[in-house]
């Protein structure tokens, strides 16, 4: 005879796999009915039963074909050759949650479908098993009770889906479970249960999702607020068991973040999801309290996501309209949480932040013994900090109509900030270079950093209109590019140490406005469309660049000091914005410098006469091109590089030949103690500057030499840019229309071009 745990194997796998079910409908229910006692199950699992698998009113299987025994067992010990009583309970939760799985995906078979939908109907209304499931929540089986509330969530999801009532003792076990905050694991799983619930209704595919919602949500939109507010009430230090409320404090971030997400997306408007923004001040307090690390990375990182709109966007992503009407409710509770976040910094939130817990890996926190753990502060929270302040501020400035007010709490937050984030940085930010601290803190973290930049650029643009109808004098439009970069907010320099970064490297920018996942192209849009404004302010930020750089340079190569002196015994000290002229009397040893870049040195050095010259015929310093539009066949592959090798060795050789009339004119003198042009390992030092200098003593004082410096690069890759989407565009492989983005690029390299034939 086939035993009772032999049948519901086998049920089990035909339902794995989707496969129509031939028996009786009744003839399942009564194997899937779970029987157990209202006790603990792991101390009455080897006790006499008192419940039967069938219940009331269901007959026994008379199938042979399902069951060849005759009669049913009346309780689980006199069927000891089925195995135990726990595997044959955990292996019906597991068939009826694999069977409402296939009901609700649409690859399962129709009459399968159906079978499986009539059956769990039955079961529903038959054998009451949302209670039974539910008095599980208190057993001591952990798994056990995780596994039943598993299945009752997919259960009451099948009910609204179908539009069956909710069963009223499941209800009213949430209601008093949450109308008070206590530390009994019967909370916890409820939290649980209806934050399942609400996953499987953003994972659902129907078009129902907001009406299903809503229809859940109604018992309970009263019953959330009431437990907010016990559970953030709480005196963590005087708990004996901690962990009991840290596991509700992270079950109920989860819900949160849920019922926050369900309002952005699917456009409800219940109290309960706006219990964050009423009360922001009882989740903020949590990150203060002496509580484990991770609980207050979680918070933070909550808060972020709350702030840039992207709570729920793991389950939102792939259904989110592309356009959604403005929500001027949200946008006046995301100020109160800004506010709240501001009145939190300034009464000392970052001071009580400890960045120097164990780091997060995968493998764990803990070191094997004989390594050393690498120190450090715990990015995570750095980055999450610094979010929080600059998309507050912005936030705030949006609904700020004073200049001063605005200058007052920028220069109030920023250093508060700064302070904060200076003594985790290493090196530390120099003085002249406050602005680096943004891409510092989050290179390892795209989507923030683009986030961080266009917060940054969002206030930079809303202080400077509030601005530019005051300002007259050069010294206020001066006093004001300081107090920019005082603060750490001037977009030119942000969008400059951004682009260091990559190494000037225009795939990366390609991958950055093709991906979905950043919000680079509103961001670059916006900054392009400054530039075009400001391209002045930005070319002396570049010049400035490039003396620090000229500066580091010489710092670094030991050389430089002997030749800097040579040149410098009968001259005068230079200013530090005509440094440009030690740099360039020593830049045989910039080459030892580390820096990402892969141009060769010959293009240091170029009048400005010569290099207006090759940008008119079309010329630029050559570089490894890499080809980025993916070929409908290897004939276009083949086709392409070949035009790319000619192109490469034309351009080559024609640079070659303008070399070498550069170095005839900036000096002959092979002999003498001068600068080697030979291919160095790194790139040239960018070079842009009216600061007279000299390279060689036949050189006139006045002529200018411009080489290739910060702008140049920066408009070199823009150009690489504009090209590379131009051939995706071509051939329809890029995600969107790009004709406005293509205008803006192909104007700032007019506006270059224009500024070099001025010097």
């Known amino acids: 005879m086939k035993s009772f745990f032999e049948v519901l194997e086998h049920l ?61 067992p009346v309780c689980l010990k006199r069927h000891s050759e089925m195995g135990s009583a726990r595997e044959i309970l955990l292996l019906q939760l597991t068939v009826i949650r694999v069977m409402v799985t296939r009901i609700l995906s ?85 939290l649980w249960t209806l934050t399942a619930i609400i996953k499987e209704i953003f994972k659902d595919t129907c078009s129902q999702k907001t009406e299903i919602l809503k229809q859940f949500l109604t018992p309970f939109h009263t019953i959330f607020e009431v437990f907010y507010n016990s559970l953030f009430s709480q005196h963590f230090e005087n708990h004996q068991d901690t962990s009991k409320i840290v596991n509700s404090l992270i079950c109920f971030l989860e819900l949160l973040e849920l019922l926050i997400a369900s309002r952005i997306h699917l456009k409800l408007h219940f109290t309960c999801q706006r219990i964050l923004f009423l009360k922001p001040s009882y989740v903020l307090d949590v990150i203060t309290w ?22 729920g966007e793991d389950l939102c992503q792939e259904w989110v309209p592309a356009s959604v009407l403005p929500d001027h409710h949200l946008h006046v509770d995301l100020l109160a949480l800004a506010d709240a976040v501001l009145q939190a910094v300034d009464l000392g939130l970052l001071r009580t932040l400890s960045v120097h817990g164990k780091p997060s890996c995968f493998g764990g926190d803990e070191v094997q013994p004989g390594s050393e753990r690498v120190p450090g502060p715990d990015h995570v929270i750095l980055r999450a900090a610094s979010l929080l302040i600059i998309k507050s501020l912005e936030i705030k400035f949006q609904n700020c109509a004073s200049a001063n007010e605005m200058k007052v709490d920028l220069q109030r937050f920023m250093s508060e900030l700064l302070t904060f984030l200076k003594p985790h940085l290493k090196p530390s930010l120099q003085s002249h270079s406050q602005c680096e601290w943004l891409s510092r803190v989050f290179i390892e973290q795209d989507d923030d950093m683009l986030e961080a930049a266009k917060a940054s650029l969002g206030i930079y643009l809303k202080l400077t209109r509030e601005h530019e109808a005051t300002e007259s004098l050069t010294q206020e439009k001066e006093m004001w590019n300081h107090h920019t970069h005082e603060n750490g907010y001037n977009p030119h320099c942000i969008f400059l140490f951004l682009l260091k970064n990559i190494g000037f490297d225009s795939t990366v920018l390609l991958d950055f406005l093709i991906s979905s996942e950043t919000c680079f192209l509103e961001y670059f849009v916006r900054y392009l469309k400054l530039l075009q404004k400001d391209w002045d302010n930005f070319f002396t930020i570049c010049k400035n660049f490039d003396v620090t750089e000229s500066k580091d340079s010489v710092n670094i190569c030991g050389c430089i000091f002997s030749l800097v002196q040579d040149r410098s015994s009968n001259q005068t000290e230079p200013s530090p914005l005509a440094a440009l002229g030690s740099h360039r009397n020593a830049h045989a040893c910039i080459s030892w410098v580390s820096h990402a870049s892969s141009e060769p040195l010959d293009q240091v050095v170029m009048s400005e006469e010569t290099h207006v010259t090759l940008q008119a015929n079309g010329l630029s310093p050559p570089r490894a091109s890499q080809s980025l ?78 080489g290739v410096g910060i ?19 071509k051939k329809n492989l890029f995600p969107y229309n790009p004709t406005a983005l293509l205008k803006l690029l192909k104007h700032i390299k007019a506006i270059y071009n224009k500024s070099m034939n001025h010097l």
């Not at 002496?290 to 709570?311: D, E, G, H």
């Open 629 to 706: 539009v993916d070929y409908d066949s290897s004939d276009d592959s083949e086709v392409e590089s070949t035009d790319q090798r000619l192109s490469s060795s034309k351009t080559t050789s024609l640079h070659q030949e303008a070399m070498k009339k550069i170095q005839d004119t900036v000096g002959t003198s092979r002999d003498k103690k001068e600068i080697s042009l030979e291919p160095p390992s790194r790139p040239l030092v960018p070079r842009e500057s009216n600061t007279p200098f000299s390279v060689d003593c036949d050189i006139a004082p006045n002529k200018i030499v411009s």
């Open 290 to 311: 002496p509580v484990q690390a991770f609980v207050k990375r979680k918070f933070i990182v909550f808060i972020k996501k709350c702030l840039l709109r992207k709570v």
């Open 106 to 190: 649409v690859k399962t078979e129709f009459h399968a479908r159906e079978k499986y939908r009539e059956i769990i109907k039955i079961l529903l209304k038959s054998s009451d098993i949302d209670s039974k499931l539910t008095c599980m929540f208190q057993n001591s089986d952990k798994l056990l009770s995780h596994m039943a509330a598993k299945c009752l969530a997919l259960l009451l999801y099948f009910q609204l889906r179908e539009k069956i009532t909710l069963s009223n003792s499941w209800i009213s076990f949430c209601q008093k479970n949450l109308s008070e905050y206590s530390e009994s694991d019967k909370v916890v799983y409820c």
């Open 711 to 729: 702008s140049y690069r920066t408009v070199k890759c823009f150009e690489e840019l504009q090209g590379a989407i131009y051939r995706l565009q």
């Open 12 to 72: 089990y796998k035909k339902v794995l796999l989707g496969a129509t079910l031939e028996n009786d409908i009744h003839d399942y229910i009564f194997y899937l009915n779970p029987a157990f006692s209202d006790q603990d199950y792991s101390t009455t699992a080897s006790s006499e039963c008192s419940h039967t698998f069938g219940v009331q009113g269901t007959r026994e299987p008379s199938s042979v074909s399902l069951a060849t025994i005759s009669g049913a």
